[in-house]
């Protein structure tokens, strides 16, 4: 079948099928009766919790759904995991771990906390050893339980939830991330202790550079668990657009030309194209000043939004390249259109430019393609500039296969 006969077969099945729905993804029970609840309350409150087995020495574990916010500060509900060592805390408490998970996929189906056995190690769906079509666990959970720190692995709102997940948008990601530690502290489980560390991988990196700058929405006060002291942040591989952005990126001439940038660096792949397209197609979700098809051609906007909707990472560049082969850049448009908004609103969604609340360290391995790491180095000189405390390394490979090695070799660790 040649590449347009395919195209049309592709776009008829999708006229059939109609627009894809959160409710059109099967969910486990719990993630189920989430999805009809509305995110009221103070940040941080959990609104839903049931206990999950986990063969995790010394640990019980949890699902919870807590409340959050996003990058306009609209409220929303994400679901995390919980991992705690048994026991009532210590009378100085417990330090609290938030883990932030690298891309997984934007349908509900997506948030690792809904896995079978979730409660456990890293397990990576790319390594020799992982044993499922997507990563999940907690990076070192073993170690730290023994170190005697809870852990919350937050899956990001629209990962389980409900509502269209905001993918690769920082700025909502960093807040789910620290409602995250609110939620588990409010549950008691850190006892006395406020303090915490925070560490991600790419989509997570960028979610802990954004938290480590959000200072005023952590000095929030009537929230759940008010006073949450940071005590650093370690981003892996993580994702700044907006250091990105040359001065004049929102003028009318600059403003396409960047798009355009974007949109060829993201391209070189199909496993990079689908990171970028399911990137766009979570921007309107927050900024409902923006359209798929400013990006893509009217087709392209159909085919990803049943994709995405509907599909988790992996999986979704599977179809892409099924159904597209090499041809996968023809859902995207010649010219963008309403540049201007996008650049603003990519900006908006990135890490703010203030100085960070405690220490960070950024690691880019050798061989991550994925996101430049030219990203990190701006961060950090950006930061920096400002007076951060920042520190710097690589390793050997890619960034996430060596989460243990240097976890707790690490100043902050």
């Not at 189920?32 to 609104?47: E, F, R």
């Not at 916010?69 to 009532?88: E, M």
């Not at 969604?349 to 701006?378: C, E, H, Q, R, W």
């Not at 490979?397 to 100043?411: E, I, L, N, Q, V």
Request: net charge negative.
């Amino acid at each position: 079948m040649n590449q347009q006969l395919r195209l049309a077969a592709v776009l008829i099945l999708l006229a059939v099928s109609g627009p894809a729905h959160a409710a059109d993804v099967a969910l486990p029970p719990f993630y189920q009766s989430v999805a009809s609840i509305a995110p009221n309350g103070p940040l941080g409150s959990v609104v839903a919790q049931e206990h999950v087995a986990t063969s995790l020495p010394g640990a019980e574990a949890w699902r919870i759904a807590y409340v959050s916010s996003d990058v306009r500060n609209r409220k929303t509900l994400a679901t995390a995991l919980v991992i705690a060592p048994q026991g009532t805390p210590p009378s100085d408490g417990r330090p609290i771990v938030a883990w932030a998970h690298g891309t997984t996929g934007t349908a509900q189906n997506c948030g690792p906390s809904q896995l079978v056995d979730p409660a456990q190690d890293l397990n990576e769906y790319n390594l020799i050893g992982g044993t499922s079509w997507t990563d999940f666990g907690v990076p070192a959970a073993t170690q730290f339980i023994r170190e005697g720190y809870v852990l919350v692995a937050t899956d990001y709102q629209g990962l389980g939830a409900g509502g269209a997940h905001q993918y690769a948008i920082a700025a909502t990601q960093g807040r789910d991330l620290i409602n995250s530690i609110r939620a588990v502290g409010s549950l008691g489980l850190s006892g006395g202790s406020r303090s915490a560390l925070a560490y991600g991988w790419s989509q997570g990196g960028g979610a802990v550079l954004s938290a480590a700058s959000l200072k005023s929405y952590i000095e929030d006060k009537g929230t759940a668990f008010d006073g949450v002291s940071f005590q650093g942040f370690v981003a892996l591989a993580p994702h700044d657009i907006a250091v990105l952005m040359p001065l004049d990126a929102t003028t009318e001439t600059v403003a396409p030309k960047v798009m355009q940038g974007l949109s060829q660096s993201f391209s070189n792949n199909v496993f990079n194209f689908t990171h970028y397209a399911m990137s766009m197609w979570a921007m309107p979700a927050a900024f409902p000043e923006l359209k798929l098809t400013d990006v893509f051609e009217t087709e392209g906007a159909i085919a990803i939004n049943e994709i995405f909707t509907r599909k988790c990472m992996h999986s979704a560049a599977d179809t892409v390249n099924f159904n597209f082969g090499g041809n996968y850049q023809s859902l995207l448009k010649n010219q963008p259109e309403n540049s201007v908004a996008w650049i603003k609103a990519l900006m908006e969604g990135s890490v703010t430019p203030n100085v960070p609340v405690a220490p960070v360290i950024v690691y880019f391995g050798s061989k991550d393609v994925t996101i430049d790491p030219v990203m990190g180095k701006l961060y950090r000189e950006q930061m920096c500039s400002l007076g951060g405390e920042c520190g710097a390394g690589t390793v050997a490979g890619r960034t996430k296969s060596f989460y243990d090695a240097w976890c707790f070799s690490a100043p902050l660790c």
